[in-house]
């Protein structure tokens, strides 16, 4: 079935919900037919170029749906790029075209305990699954931010220990969240696990999950959602050719 095409939306608002976390409100009656319950999955922003150049797409997950509303977070940092310059010069009345959604991805539940982890680029998408986990669910959630004035508050089930990382610069190592996690006792039983971050990062988390933990593919999934130093379509590249490595 072919993809439908970007609609238009328009800026509802913004607002900061943190320093470095701004949140879009895009709106209209082009959401009138798109699918319900779709907090997480990701939508596609498409942002012109001058001189008839290929528009750039950035890949953004939906962190609250509305009837007609959809709210998502721009991480905001010293080095800008095409999305996270247009959130903070949105203004209400400005359009955007947005393709997508695309699939949701949230955590296995079959599992005795549970596993989240991520930067700030996943902090959305971590935020509905801790919303959507049962009341009932023990675990951790390993959250990388920028400054401790990032740390806000979730909704999470009371035995899901939230543990705040901070650090203001990216690791080319990927070592921050994969440290603090070796320093958490490793429950009994089965445990399922949500990862997602920088390339370098993710490398490392699923070389502990996989290879240390023994973690099964059923309950484990570990994403990249950026790259270091590079645009989104090498981010693309890079993550096809360690997707083709990692399954040889």
């Known amino acids: ?6 609609r238009e939306l328009e ?14 409100t895009l709106g209209g009656d ?17 942002f012109p170029q001058a001189d008839g150049e290929r528009p750039l797409m950035r890949t953004y997950t939906i962190r609250h749906q509305r009837p007609r509303q959809l709210d998502v977070d721009f991480m905001i940092h010293d080095t800008e790029g095409p999305a996270s310059t247009w959130a903070q010069k949105a203004q209400p009345g400005d359009r955007i075209l947005v393709g997508g959604p ?19 680029t996943a902090l ?12 009932d669910a023990r675990g951790y ?15 999470h089930p009371e035995n899901i220990e939230l543990h705040w990382v901070i650090n203001p610069e990216p690791d080319p190592q990927g070592a ?21 971050c920088e390339f370098s990062g993710m490398r ?29 379509d090498q981010h693309k590249l890079a993550k096809r050719q360690d997707a083709e490595t990692e399954g040889a």
């Open 124 to 135: 959305p998408a971590i935020s509905v699954n801790l919303e959507t986990m049962p009341a």
């Open 102 to 120: 695309g699939a949701r991805k949230l955590i296995n539940p079959d599992a005795d305990w549970f596993l989240l982890a991520g930067d700030m």
């Open 176 to 196: 921050v969240i994969v440290d603090r996690i070796q320093q958490l006792e490793w429950l009994d039983g089965e445990p399922s696990v949500w990862a997602a």
């Open 1 to 6: 079935m072919p993809r439908p095409a970007p």
């Open 204 to 232: 490392n988390l699923r070389r502990y999950f996989k290879q240390e933990k023994e973690v099964g593919r059923r309950n484990l999934y570990v994403s990249s959602y950026w790259k270091i130093g590079v645009s989104e």
């Open 30 to 46: 082009n959401l009138a037919d798109f699918p319900e319950d779709q907090d997480s999955a990701y939508i596609k922003l498409v």
């Open 141 to 155: 959630a390993v959250l990388e931010v920028l400054d401790e004035a990032d740390i806000q508050p979730l909704e």
């Open 11 to 24: 800026v509802i608002g913004s607002r900061y919900v943190t320093p470095h976390m701004l949140r879009v």
